[in-house]
């Protein structure tokens, strides 16, 4: 069974920081990207960000790249996401998804596992 477990969301002020991580199991983590993406109220899914299999290549929606940085512990089957300078339009709750590939893709129809998520709240 795959479990994609998200952790270290949470209530923080406008320009500060968090750390969001994403425990995996039951899959060959080391061979598939791995990617962030969020989910708004009344909104659709947003990608975020994804990293290659190898840990090699990245890629960021234009909205994070510059304050969002995602990086990943193959030894540990974990995937993470740096959040800093948050602001209010950040807010959402953050899902890690594992991807079909080892390259980073922002399609959401390219990964086939996704975590519970986790909420994020940035007040202004």
């Known amino acids: 069974q795959v479990l994609l477990v998200e952790s270290g969301g949470g209530l923080v002020q406008a320009g500060g920081s968090l750390r969001l991580s994403c425990a995996a199991s039951g899959l060959a983590f080391d061979n598939r990207a791995m990617g962030w993406f969020r989910q708004a109220p009344g909104k659709d899914h947003q990608f975020v960000a994804a990293?290659?299999?190898?840990?090699?290549?990245?890629i960021y929606a234009y909205s994070v790249k510059d304050r969002f940085t995602i990086s990943r512990d193959n030894a540990k089957s974990a995937v993470f996401l740096q959040m800093n300078i948050l602001k209010s339009e950040d807010t959402a709750v953050y899902y890690c998804?594992?991807?079909?590939?080892?390259?980073?893709?922002?399609?959401?129809?390219?990964?086939?596992?996704w975590g519970q998520g986790t909420q994020v709240t940035v007040s202004s």
């Open positions: 998804a594992a991807a079909r590939s080892r390259y980073s893709v922002d399609r959401r129809r390219e990964y086939d596992y």
């Open positions: 990293i290659s299999a190898s840990g090699g290549g990245t």
